[in-house]
């Protein structure tokens, strides 16, 4: 079934694995006349290429994107904007082991148990690579929102058992882990060295901050705001848990600890005392900042020996070679961010038709 | 917006307020030709019924639920199967002090920031009762996958801080706060009657388990499993958090701790040594079974003072007293349920279009 | 699959069969703040409503309809709107003929080809009360229309041979076939009688018309506004073909005859001279009139003698007697404004999210 | 809003403008396993391939397709198959015309109404050239309906006022304007000419069977196969008009004369003595040829002198030059084609989940 497709307004479609000729997305119901360049899409795409320091791959890509439709004279028209990203190191490989066999940790089987074969290049559809498109789609999603006043922020809350301490919003693009918080981050780069000694590889927590979202956005029942945020973020390869607010805490409080007493601020405008519900309240925004955390398996990919068997179902141990990254967190933190931006905007968008009062003043301006 | 549609194949469309004449569901796409009876919706309207322990509501509804349509001679016939519950105990309160002030924890605020007014009787679409429908839908779609083999069992895996520490399902549905633990569960009901001496309410974590799913369900992309899962189990009011498999633990793993290795079984079938993947690789199902939890916050409403304002904006104190569970968990426990049995059974209907020879052996039988 | 759930943004989803307890819709995704009675809907349901003249079926129903939910204090909440209509006269009847073979022109045969059975109590499904749940959605769709400026209007324009020539908008519900024609809807009851005495049935053309509706409105590629008209109109029963503006007739003019040159109005608007393409331009609204027709085949249910099988594959005579329509097209009348209305009410509301420039005047309001 | 979707299981999203950088179409939920080469989509797109006769635009393109994702070893992989085609004969024209003015009968002005602007070159998105996503994809889909022994075919069946007598399906891609009668080719022909010397163009219709669909396909109420081929073929640009079976003709018709009476066949299957219904009752085919036609308009691109305004209102003369087809039937037929092809595709594949049985089979196998 059809299951590349994201969003509802501003709908996306992704395509492309990671051995193939490229990997792209098809952004549709963007509005016209938002300004839109390849640099704008290319500056997020750079946050998740490899290469950029010792803690990822050291595949060597530009990830170059290109516009292929849908902007005219520099501004989107409203039509379908088409982004591609061709492949240029597909350096040929042999793929025998990872053809013949079932790597733990990945879809290797599963993607077997479906559809009966797979494309074993380099993990195929199943590759980080196929984040691409979301985060150029995401790059998209921002600009509008960034219009709108509103922006998505996500970084590395931890890695291991290191946590950020402190939050420094300028630290975040400064350190090789994206932790807001430098001293932490230098902790986190030592255990991802010992991590690497070992042949071993390391999870990690992003967070992730929405500012500037009116309240009012998301609907009451199936489409939450903050389902649509956990099924945005569990569907990023490798996440593995979603909370928002308090989160789990949530389960541990009492009523009186977790709820917001609400006040009226000095401008007259209702507000809330705290923010255990993480920005959201029976599934629509509250005004309030949004705050949501995932949680990061760490990268299957070891060099240390593993057991399992061959696709045949004979037993074999492995040993993963090749360039894997020994955390995914650092470059999963722009696709959190990007299908954060991606959600929230469709919400905003949908959100239009909410009252009939804002249909009537829309079409009678 | 059309907020309360779920599903893609197997769709349900839910309707109704707490108070309002009734509340219902549109289940459509169910195949045509299983057996189905009001009994068997009534099964499962049972475990959520108020009124059943000093843990839950004394509002005495018998949420009895009417099949209108979709149903002929004992079977679905393919078409839309409407099922309503009409509200009987509809006494006639005084809802001034709710329609007049934002309770802490409630939605009350963001629905009059959408909407511009709210049904404020009972928290209108927001209140529990909303959950009537997918707990009906819920008990079809479990018929449907126990003819495929398929069960889902959810259970209070903790009540504030105690937790289940065995597990034995036939004690679930034997003690008043759901656990498969006789002794935590004890203990729990002696923490609850503690919040409700003082005024307070309590959270709490629910487990869900998905047994006999094959290899191979779920989609690679934006249709993960358990994204769908996280979506399906965050809609659900009160919900702060979803993690499938080791979940957060995975984010403080070492990838030759989290990784499960493969084997072969002795009647030659691919299985894992362990489940920390929760049953999913890469959004599809691996054949282990699916366990996957969800945080659920505090009761909001307590009789404890808050703090608070009226829709005008004045400062207010409230104490929110009437029927009200001192802890939502024990009675989400079967909507957590309904919830993953939707999924996994739309899931199920949209694989079987995933190969050629599936649609050939299909068309050619 | 779930077939019973039409648009977007406004979505609705219809369920029921003939001799069920009843028929309905829920109706998700109306703004919140229209005011909506029970009266608004009957209005149009009695448009429907059997028994009104002796061209329609003698079944006494009074078709009364009540909403369920999704109004609060006389004005829609946002939440989804149930209406339902329970059955009262289902007299019980001997249906062993209908059940035993394939009424020619009916979906007796294809029902039981694609689900293995069918529920045979006069059509169930496929029987013409399922259009109430598209009447009574397509009254809200119309009200809040009517607050945009923009009206659907349907309307006889053919029966058999017999056409309507003028047109007094007057007129359309004072005679029993619906013609804005008083002396061709004369000769159409002539028409009908002497069908009718020859145990025969009629045909003819259903026209619609929507006033006021603003140039920009509908999709260019797969939701053009004509695309979605023409399913819409198509999925009523017993419709065969649909056609807009000139439709059929475009096809043997030539292009200096059929393109419709645009001119700017005393008012400083751009305007069009003539209007053979009804409306639509490359399935986006160009401010004209929308104009579009649909073709209704006559009653399959005849009382003169047919031959056709039983359910067992044996050769039958059968001669359908009972509460026949004559004729469908007077009674679709209504149902054609419905969709219609529906149809242009959800593009309204899709085309909301256009522009840039349209969704920060929303927001920054 | 997102229109740029079209299906349900099989689900394509088409991208381009006529003079951006290229056109394509991404095809989500292609079953996996489907031999596919660039070679079967190539076939497909050199039948709307512009310069072919003297009655095609004489644009050179050699429309070249490439697979960019979703095919692995020559094998769909059940992943997205992007396939794009780069524009080539982007010949830097003056459009200043065409920037400055409306052109009637084209989308110009519906473009402005609804984007604020628009991309003016060679119609952008309203172009033609956007068909050549759907064609690209209706291979696909042609591709696996023939696996299931299911063949779609589109013919001209009338240009202007000359329609084909006789049917020899050899004949249709001999003759430049498609028809399956040489004799009314050759007629049709000499109309162009005239057409051609008068500075005009002509209409048509294009007539499309469906041979080998089992009974059982199509959904009975909003998702009818027939209402789903009306919005697939009236989505076709100039696109005016559809019918299916006796369309329109039925409107004029009896009973007794428009009904299918049902026999049983030598091999003990239900069968229909005539087709009036095209293929279609209540919504689900009937296991007879579906047929049905859509009416197509002159091309609205003229070198006859027209009247109309430039954006700023003020009126204007034009006569419009260059690349056109003073047809636009021959090059649309297997757009109609592509488009039958994926709407009964994806009815066939969301079919699989009717029936329990059909649900229990596919998963005990």
């Known amino acids: 079934m059809a299951g590349s497709t994201f969003g509802n307004i501003l709908k996306i479609t992704t395509w492309g694995e990671s051995h193939g000729k490229g990997v792209g997305v098809v952004i549709d119901g963007c509005p016209a006349g938002l300004l839109l360049s390849e ?25 170059s994107a290109q516009i292929l439709s849908g902007v005219f004279e520099g501004k989107t028209t409203g039509t379908p904007i088409s982004v591609a990203v061709f492949n240029q190191d597909q350096r040929s490989r042999d793929y025998s082991q990872i053809a013949d066999c079932y790597r733990p940790g990945h879809a290797d ?20 690579r196929e984040t691409i498109g979301r985060v150029a789609a995401g790059a998209v999603a921002a600009k509008l929102l960034k219009q709108l006043g509103v922006t998505c922020l996500a970084y590395t809350k931890s890695i291991g058992p290191v946590k950020a301490a402190s939050f420094d919003p300028n630290e975040i693009l400064q350190n090789p882990v994206g932790m ?42 199936f489409e939450k705001l903050d389902a649509n945020l956990a099924k ?32 009226q601020t000095d401008d007259k405008k209702t507000a809330k005392a705290t923010n255990h519900s993480g920005g959201v309240l029976g599934g629509i925004s509250d005004g309030s900042q949004i705050v949501f955390r995932a949680a990061v398996k760490p990268t299957p990919s070891i060099s240390a020996r593993q057991k399992t ?25 722009v696709v959190v961010e990007a299908m954060a931006a991606l959600t929230v905007c469709d919400a905003m968008l949908l959100n239009m038709t909410a009252t009939l009062n804002g249909v009537l003043d829309f079409y009678r301006r």
Chains 1, 2, 3, 4 share one sequence.
């Open 232 to 263: 945005a973020i569990l569907s990023i390869g490798a996440v593995k848990g979603f909370e928002i607010g308090s989160g789990f805490d949530a389960a541990y409080a009492k009523g009186s600890q977790n709820n917001d007493e609400f006040y």
């Open 109 to 128: 089987y599963t993607f077997d148990a479906k559809y009966g074969f797979r494309d074993y290049r380099g993990g195929g559809r199943s590759s980080g």
């Open 309 to 333: 068997v061959r696709t045949s179902g004979e037993p074999i141990e492995i040993s993963i070679c090749g360039r894997h990254d020994p955390v995914i967190v650092p470059r999963a933190v």
């Open 180 to 221: 807001p918080d430098a001293s932490a981050a230098k902790k986190a780069a030592e255990y991802l060295n010992a991590c690497m000694e070992h042949k071993d590889s390391a999870g990690g927590i992003i967070e992730c901050v929405i500012n500037g979202l009116p309240a009012g956005i998301g609907d009451p029942v």
């Open 39 to 63: 640099e704008d899409i290319q500056l997020y795409l750079d946050r998740r290429k490899p290469g950029q320091s010792r803690y990822t791959t050291q595949r060597q890509e530009s990830d």
